[in-house]
C-alpha cells in the first residue's frame, strides 16, 4: 500500500488520505468483495417507514447494519439468507488498525453499492453504543459528491470521494451530518458495470 497523506478539513476529526490504497489495492479488494458477494448478497434494504433505500446493502464481519420496518440495529446474520456474514477482510482491518490506531477491531464493515442515480440522504451514524469509537470509510469505483457539516447544524461542505480514498471520522466528526448527494458517472472503471462501493468499519457494541 502507497504511503498516505492526511489532510485536514473544515471539521475537526475529519481525515481524508486521497488515494490512500493504489490501484493494484483497489482491484485485490473489489475482488474480496465481489468473491463474498456469493455468500452474502446485495440486497436493498427498506427505511423504517417502509421506503426502499436506492443504495444496495451487505456487510462483513461478526456484526452487520441493517434496516428495516422494525427500525435500525447491528445483527448477526442477512436478512435474506439468514446466515452469518463473511469474515471482514484482513485488508480493511489493518487500514483500521493502521490508520486510526483503536486498541480494539471493527465489529462491522458495511458494504454500500450505489449505481446509477443511488444517493443517500443527509443523516448522522448514531446506532452504534460507543460513539467515541471512530469510524474508517473506503471508496471504491465511481467518484461521488459526498457532503459533510458539523452535528450541531450549520453549512455543510462538498468533498469529492474517489477510488481508493480512504477516511476517517474521530471526535467531533463522528457525529458529523453527512450525505452522498450524487456519483460522477464513469469516473472509473474499477466496478464493473459501472458504479461505486463503499466499505464502512464500525464498533457497533
Ligand atoms: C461521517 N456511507 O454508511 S462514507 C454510511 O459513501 C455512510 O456510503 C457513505 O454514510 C457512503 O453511514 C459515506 C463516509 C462516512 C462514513 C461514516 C461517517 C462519513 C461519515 C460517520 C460519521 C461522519
Ligand atoms: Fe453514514
Known amino acids: 500500500m502507497s504511503p498516505v497523506q492526511e489532510i485536514q478539513t473544515g471539521i475537526e476529526g475529519f481525515r481524508l488520505w486521497p488515494g490512500a490504497l493504489s490501484v493494484r489495492a483497489q482491484a485485490a479488494l473489489l475482488a474480496q468483495v465481489l468473491s463474498a458477494e456469493a455468500e452474502a448478497p446485495f440486497y436493498r434494504p427498506v427505511t423504517p417507514g417502509g421506503r426502499p433505500f436506492s443504495v444496495r446493502m451487505t456487510n462483513f464481519g461478526a456484526l452487520g447494519w441493517v434496516s428495516d420496518r422494525e427500525g435500525y ?80 447544524g450549520g453549512p455543510t461542505r462538498s468533498i469529492r470521494l474517489a477510488s481508493g480514498d480512504v477516511c476517517a471520522l474521530t471526535g467531533p466528526a463522528r457525529l458529523a451530518r ?19 462501493i463503499n466499505l464502512t468499519l464500525r464498533r457497533a457494541r
Open 73 to 152: 440495529r447491528y445483527q448477526a446474520t442477512h436478512p435474506v439468507t439468514g446466515k452469518a456474514w463473511p469474515p471482514i477482510p484482513q485488508t480493511l482491518l489493518d487500514l483500521w488498525s493502521h490508520l486510526t490506531g483503536w486498541p480494539e477491531p471493527p465489529q462491522a464493515c458495511l458494504v454500500n453499492l450505489y449505481r446509477d442515480e443511488a444517493r443517500m440522504g443527509l443523516h448522522q451514524d448514531k446506532d452504534e453504543a460507543d460513539l467515541t469509537a471512530p469510524v474508517l470509510s473506503v471508496s471504491l469505483g465511481d467518484t461521488a459528491v459526498f457532503r459533510i457539516g458539523e452535528a450541531e
Open 178 to 196: 453527512h450525505a452522498i448527494d450524487r456519483l460522477i458517472a464513469g469516473s472509473s472503471t474499477l466496478v464493473p458495470g459501472g458504479g461505486r
